[in-house]
């Protein structure tokens, strides 16, 4: 199977869950550090220690910020 290096690939949509904090999530950011814009994030849940959130992802990393 090929494909065409120079064609943008199709954003496709994941859903991330995330454990481990000590408390609630405040603020949720995805920073595209090559466009240098903020891209949209749903958050699904918020809980003491829990995130869930949908993000489209490409083929170039997209960074997850999150303040406590």
Do not use: C, H, N
């Not at 090929?2 to 943008?8: A, G, I, L, M, S």
């Not at 690939?9 to 994941?14: A, L, Q």
């Not at 090559?34 to 490409?58: C, F, I, Y």
Request: charged residues 30%.
């Amino acid at each position: 199977m090929t494909y065409d290096v120079t064609k943008p690939i199709t954003e496709e949509r994941y859903r991330l869950t995330i454990v481990g904090f000590g408390t609630t999530p405040k603020r949720i950011r995805f920073y595209d550090p090559l466009t240098d814009k903020t891209v949209a994030v749903k958050v699904t849940r918020r809980e003491s220690g829990k995130l869930v959130v949908e993000v489209s992802v490409t083929d170039y990393p997209r960074l997850l910020e999150v303040w406590l």
